[in-house]
Structure formats: C-alpha cells, structure tokens
C-alpha cells in the first residue's frame, strides 16, 4: 500500500509542525505493532496451555471412566499442545498401539473420539478381522515399540 500523500505546507512553522506530527505517528505505529506481537505471543501461549488443559482433563476422564468421552479435544488442540500421540488397545486381541495424531490424514478439526471407530488393528486385519481400537489416552511419547511382522 502506497503512504498517505500529504501536501507539503508552504510555511516553516507547518512544515516543522507536520514532519513533528508525522514522527509521532510513525513511532506510535512501532510502538502498537510491537504491543500487538506481544499481546499475540501470549494469547498463544495462553492458547497452548488451555489445549494442555483440556488434553489432561480428557486423559483423566477417560482413564476414570474408560470411554470414549464427548466431548474431548481435537486433533488440531491436542498437537499444539504436545500430545501427539494417541494410545490405542484392540477390542478383540487387546494389542496396545500408538497412533500418531501429528501424522493423521483426518482434518485437524476431528475430535479424537470420533477416532475410536475408524482406527483399526493391524494385527487383527491380517487375519481377516476388522474390530474397532479402544481409546485408552493422549500421550505426549509413543508407550509401545511398533512391531512389524
């Protein structure tokens, strides 16, 4: 965007007037566009410790009730926070699994128990079988070694 044309006045008084007044806009400009960076700064900061929060109530309800609980976070909320991964068990074999949320090809916007029917065993795929995973928690490692056969 072009900067605002100002004639310039024909007396000395005004001009020195105007180029004082137009110091005090640009130094005031620097100074709000460094306040609203800051403010921002703690906003996501603000933002990403909520996210915390939520993951870490969601993991506590799941791990007291032992469902899937609506509501729980989604997997955009839970990645910016540090929980990228989610543990998984089998509801046939009871193969313990982590998936990584990070890596999902689900919009960030899915909330992760709707994730409880779409994820599968690979275990059990391989034979036929297509149970659904029981959700168990967030986490912020994976828990379980990936063993491939």
Not at 24 to 53: C, H, P, V, Y
Not at 76 to 100: H, K, M, Y
Request: proline share 8%; hydrophobic share 35%.
């Amino acid at each position: 965007m072009a900067p605002k044309y100002r004639p310039t006045p024909l007396s000395g008084g005004d001009r020195k007037a105007l180029a004082k007044e137009l110091g005090k806009a640009r130094a005031m400009a620097n100074i709000l566009a460094i306040r609203s960076a800051e403010t921002r700064a703690k906003g996501e900061a603000l933002i990403q410790q909520a996210d915390k929060l939520l993951c870490e109530s969601w993991n506590e309800r799941m791990w007291s009730d032992g469902e899937p609980i609506d509501p729980s976070p989604t997997i955009d909320q839970a990645v910016n926070c540090g929980f990228t991964w989610l543990e998984i068990q089998c509801a046939r074999c009871r193969t313990p699994s982590d998936v990584d949320l990070a890596a999902m090809k689900h919009p960030p916007t899915t909330f992760v128990h709707d994730l409880a029917s779409r994820l599968r065993c690979r275990k059990c795929a391989k034979a036929g079988r297509r149970p659904s995973a029981t959700l168990l928690q967030l986490a912020w490692q994976p828990r379980h070694p990936r063993t491939e056969a």
